[in-house]
């Protein structure tokens, strides 16, 4: 019999047709940022024990949406496109556990599947979408990296618009970006088990930051943000009860693994 590779399925004597490449991966892009306030208790349902909520701005959240081009080592899929480029959104809180504030991204969409299986190996709660937001260019209609900037960005699952943004640049700032996910993350890897009534074959709380990062400054910028109903999703049920601000960051960052902080697998 063949000893079968791959990082993730399918395996197979190559590896070569594995959803994902080995780690480390390679990411390049630009976050379009909408730091907004909702009532705490939203984000604290949404919370499994023992994480709380954080300390300073709890109800403080960032909807984010990032336009990406990704690689692994060699990068290769830089010069076939259609493997590096995809765009997603999420949302993202702060929460605490033992003490130390971290990011934990409570809802996300994507539109590739080789950024899907990323996250069911990372813990982020991927899911498909229909994202876009707008790309700056130094000519034509397009807007520019520059003051008076605008860009809108949109999210639309299963055929149903869930959120939309628009924000205007004011400034590019060397401190005052965004504030809500600037933290290590901290997720949950899930599986129930095969068998029903059988509970959860995987439950770790595990933590992960990039092994390396290099960021724009950010721009600054006045935002609006709308979020909406779907008979899928819960998006919304994190309401906007008061918009902080927009932001825009080109950013680079390396994935190289994370830390097992807890199994937190309950058996039947």
Excluded at 65 to 73: G, M, P, R, Y
Excluded at 143 to 172: C, H, K, M, W
Aim: net charge negative; glycine share 10%.
């Amino acid at each position: 019999m063949s000893e079968l590779k791959g990082f993730l399925f399918p395996q197979t004597p190559t590896g070569v047709a594995s959803l994902i490449p080995d780690p480390p991966w390679y990411y390049s892009g630009t976050w379009l940022t909408v730091e907004y306030r909702t009532n705490p208790d939203r984000i604290k349902a949404l919370l499994p024990a023992p994480l709380e909520l954080a300390d300073e701005d709890p109800g403080r959240v960032a909807m984010v949406w990032a336009d990406w081009q990704s690689c692994s080592t060699g990068g290769a899929e830089m010069l076939d496109p259609v493997r590096a480029q995809y765009a997603e959104a999420f949302l993202a809180v702060k929460v605490k556990f033992q003490g130390q504030t971290f990011t934990r991204i409570v809802h996300i969409w994507v539109d590739r599947d080789f950024s899907l299986g990323r996250g069911i190996h990372m813990g982020y709660p991927k899911k498909f979408g229909s994202i876009y937001q707008t790309r700056p260019f130094p000519y034509g209609p397009a807007p520019r990296l520059a003051p008076g900037g605008r860009f809108g960005a949109s999210l639309a699952t299963y055929d149903r618009r869930i959120a939309q943004a628009t924000i205007t640049l004011r400034e590019q700032v060397k401190t005052g970006g965004p504030t809500v996910n600037i933290y290590p993350l901290l997720h949950t890897r899930v599986l129930q088990s095969i068998e029903k009534g059988g509970g959860e074959s995987l439950n770790e709380l595990v933590t992960h930051k990039p092994a390396k990062a290099e960021c724009g400054d950010p721009w600054v910028a006045d935002a609006e943000l709308a979020l909406f109903e779907s008979p899928t999703e819960e998006l919304a049920t994190l309401a906007v009860e008061e918009v902080v601000g927009g932001y825009y960051q080109q950013m680079g960052t390396v994935w190289d693994g994370g830390e097992l902080l807890l199994d937190n697998r309950q058996t039947a």
